[in-house]
Each structure stands twice: as C-alpha cells, then as structure tokens.
C-alpha cells in the first residue's frame, strides 16, 4: 500500500487544498460538480482552501493537494514548489496539469512571435517559452486525466485515500469503453482518423458515441503487461492514418499533437511525422 495512503488513513480529518496555475477551471468545476457526493466528503475532509469555492483560505500544511493548470511562468515554477512543500499527498487534475494541456503547443513555436501579434505591449508580458505539466517541477503521487476530468474517478482516487487503499485507475483505450457501450468503431466504418486506440479510457466514449472521432483528452493508454505499462502503439495508428485514410504527414502531426500533444508518446509521434 502507498505510504501516502496510509498516512491519510490515520488522520482523523484530512486537510485538503484545491490550486489552481495555467488553466481554464474546467476540472475545478469537476470538483464541484460531485455536488451530493462532494457534502459528504465534507464531512471526512477539511476543504481548507478552495478559491474557486470558497472565500476561506486556510493555510496549510495540506494532507491533499489537487491541483489543476500547467506551469507557464517564473511564478508559478516558484508556487508549485511551495505547494509541494506544503502537502503530503499531491495529485494533479486534468489535461493542464498532466501533460501541459492546449497551451503545450506553444513548446513547438515561437512564443514571442504569440506576444508580438496578441498584445498591444509585448514587453508587459512575463512568461516561460514552454507550459510544462507539474511532475517536472515537482513529485507528484497521482494523476487524474481528462479535460476535464471524470468527476467518478476523482472521488474514487479520494475516497481510496482516505481509506488508506493504493488508487488504481483504468489505463487501457478508449475502445474499450466503445465496445462496452455497443458503439461502431468510426474509424473502420466512418474511416475518420480516431485516436481511440492509443487514449485511455475514462471519458466513457463520448466522442465515438456521437459519431464522431476521439480527439485524445484523456492522454495515452498504457498497454499492460507483466511489469510497468508500455506505452501504445501510436506508429502503427499513424500509419494507418496516413496509408489507409491518406491523411498527408501535417495532418498526422495535427492529430496528436492536440490537447495531451506534450504527452510524450504523442509527442514523440508527432515529431516523427513532422519531419516527413
């Protein structure tokens, strides 16, 4: 069992802190959007800090730290090490947070070519040239994909900790949850270019059960084995993209470099097509 679990479990009342770096919000409203459920894990937490909820703000140490956004600037690279410094158990939130989020695409351009054309006075802007997820700037015990979200795996991975239970997520692929639900594979029958097969589930299909193809939002899936997972198989997805649907190499690279694009399989298929 996790050390960190157990910690948890022997804590009357655990200390929890919600934060916030570059993001939109959208898996803070996940947060909030548990509603019934979130009551009552009021009731076996101190929510100590909470900004987008609440005006109090209690300092910490925190037993639990989640935390949504990417790191983008000097300040925040100095906050996430405060914040880590504060908290015994750090689990970071979405998208931003895991891999760097939609803002990562800056990490393949020039940033301040963005700040020349967006803003009136360039020079008032203070930012780093990449968004980068918080595990390289801190440790981190756990991470909740999604953009946003899935607000049923964030209470599981908090009332597993409370419990003092290791949290164990599903990391195998979208298809999955489409063979699940009885959907019809888009890519075979709509011959649209579908990342499915190498993102992991957790969204339940949404996209494919609308007829339409998944854009990647919950990161790459692991395959699993004996040991650690591997990570998919996205060379064989690319060339299928791009031999059976005729998509041309940009148009690869556009496909998975999107809102998990710094994750590093996707990352490093991405650049394998871009020098095509």
């Known amino acids: 069992m996790n050390q960190a679990a157990i910690q948890l479990k022997q804590t009357s009342r655990p200390k929890l ?27 076996a937490l101190d929510i100590a800090y909470f900004p987008e909820a609440s005006s109090r703000m209690e300092a910490g140490p925190y037993d639990i730290a989640l935390v ?9 690279a100095h906050r996430i090490r405060s914040v880590r410094e504060q908290a015994k158990v750090v689990v970071t939130i979405g998208a ?38 918080i595990s ?3 440790h981190v015990e756990f991470e909740l994909w999604g953009c946003p979200i899935d607000k049923g795996q964030l209470l ?17 692929s979208v298809c999955l949850e489409c063979k699940r639900r009885g959907n019809v594979c888009v890519l075979v029958a709509k011959g649209v270019p579908c990342l499915g097969p190498v993102t992991r589930s957790g969204c339940g299909a949404i996209c494919p059960s609308m ?6 939002c919950f990161g790459p899936m692991e395959r ?11 060379a064989s997805l690319a060339k299928q993209f791009h ?26 298929e991405s650049e394998r097509w871009g020098q095509k």
Request: some cysteine; proline content about 7%.
């Open 156 to 172: 599981r991975v908090i009332t597993d900790l409370l419990a003092g239970v290791q949290p164990r997520l599903p990391a195998d």
């Open 68 to 76: 949504e956004g990417s790191i983008t600037t000097e300040e925040d």
């Open 211 to 216: 007829g339409r193809d998944c854009y990647g």
């Open 224 to 234: 699993a084995r004996t040991g650690p997972g591997l990570p998919p198989n996205t």
């Open 17 to 43: 802190g919600v934060f916030k770096f570059a993001s939109c919000d959208g898996c803070q409203l996940s947060v909030l959007n548990l509603e019934d459920d979130l009551l009552a894990l009021g009731q």
């Open 136 to 138: 390289e700037h801190v």
């Open 243 to 268: 031999g059976g649907l005729q998509l041309i190499p940009v148009e690869v690279v556009r496909r998975f470099r999107g809102i998990n694009g710094y994750a590093a399989p996707f990352k490093q």
């Open 96 to 133: 931003c947070a895991t891999t760097g989020g939609i803002q990562a695409l800056r990490n393949w351009a020039d940033v301040e070519s963005f700040k020349q054309v967006v803003y009136p006075s360039p020079e008032y802007i203070q930012s780093l040239r990449t968004s980068t997820p």
